[in-house]
């Protein structure tokens, strides 16, 4: 049984961090590329960060600089460091896990920036 689950998420402050875990099973972790994404209510999900399966990432523009992917292959689980958080950053974070032929979500993690 596949399973991707979110950690990490919650309130901050403008200009605080974050680091949000996803913890994935249920399939071979490290053949597939893993990306976040978020999204908020009467948007379309976005990509935020995505780190391919032999660790080449990719941001988005609106997050460079803010936002580090990183994966343990080791503990199957792949992480987003978030620095310097903006109101606009609140959203739903998602956990993604894909390859050729599978594409995997997680539930999500709330992630609220807020004074």
């Known amino acids: 049984q596949v399973q991707l689950v979110e950690s990490g998420g919650g309130l901050v402050q403008p200009g605080g961090s974050l680091r949000l875990s996803c913890a994935a099973s249920?399939?071979?972790?490290?053949?597939?590329?893993m990306s976040w994404y978020r999204q908020v209510p009467g948007k379309e999900r976005e990509l935020v960060a995505r780190?391919?399966?032999?660790?080449?990432?990719k941001y988005a523009d609106s997050m460079k600089g803010r936002v580090t992917i990183s994966r343990d292959n080791a503990k199957n689980t792949v992480y987003l460091q978030m620095n310097s958080l903006k109101s606009e950053d609140t959203a739903v974070y998602y956990c993604n896990a894909q390859n050729n032929w599978w594409n995997y979500w997680g539930q999500g993690t709330q992630v609220t920036v807020s004074s």
């Open positions: 780190i391919t399966s032999v660790g080449g990432t």
């Open positions: 249920g399939f071979t972790f490290s053949s597939y590329a």
